[in-house]
């Protein structure tokens, strides 16, 4: 008996740390392997995004900032990784948490090559705490299902190559939405 007893009491300990691993990541659901909290916003050309309409597609989901040193270097990376990938179900969506809207424009109009993607302006700082970021830039890789599926805090140029590749990688699988079974 005391066998038992000790193996009910181990499955015990061991489904609560299963629901409260489970719990935590429903509480937290911008984490990888959760679907991106959905948003409706407006571009800095007065468009409205809504990124739910994007299914789809992979979306590359980036929150920058003026002030933001890493972003100055993170931002032509981004116009090049688009152009270089126009032809694919890709965009990007990049969210500008500048109190003022003159300071995007003018961080924008410094750029040799200006971005061929919307930028979203969140001066109200809405968007922030759904995808709870804690560095700018922070970035996230949407598969076309609308899962978050890779997470960066920062930029650095060495990691290019990892975005390059994370893309190829989600571009590579076939969309599967929901209530659609994967194809074997």
Not at 21 to 46: H, K, N, W, Y
Not at 97 to 114: E, Q, S
Not at 155 to 179: D, I, Q, V
């Amino acid at each position: 008996m005391p066998f038992l007893a000790r193996s009910y009491r181990t499955a015990a300990a061991a489904a609560i740390v299963l629901a409260l691993s489970m719990s935590a990541a429903l509480a937290d659901p911008a984490q990888i392997g959760t679907r991106a909290p959905l948003f409706t916003e407006v571009t800095l050309t007065g468009d409205t995004l809504s990124l739910g309409d994007l299914r789809g597609k992979v979306v590359l989901l980036d929150f920058w900032a003026s002030w933001c040193a890493p972003c100055r270097k993170e931002m032509p990376f981004l116009v090049k990784l688009r152009n270089s990938h126009s032809d694919v179900p890709f965009e990007i969506v990049a969210v500008n948490v500048d109190k003022k809207v003159k300071n995007a424009k003018r961080f924008l109009a410094r750029l040799d090559r200006k971005p061929r993607f919307p930028i979203v302006l969140d001066a109200a700082m809405k968007l922030p705490p759904l995808y709870r970021l804690k560095a700018m830039p922070t970035t996230l890789f949407i598969d076309r299902a609308g899962v978050i599926r890779f997470r960066h805090k920062g930029f650095a140029e060495s990691e290019e190559e990892e975005f390059g590749k994370e893309l190829e990688e989600l571009l590579a699988e076939r969309a599967t939405m929901p209530g659609e079974e994967e194809a074997r």
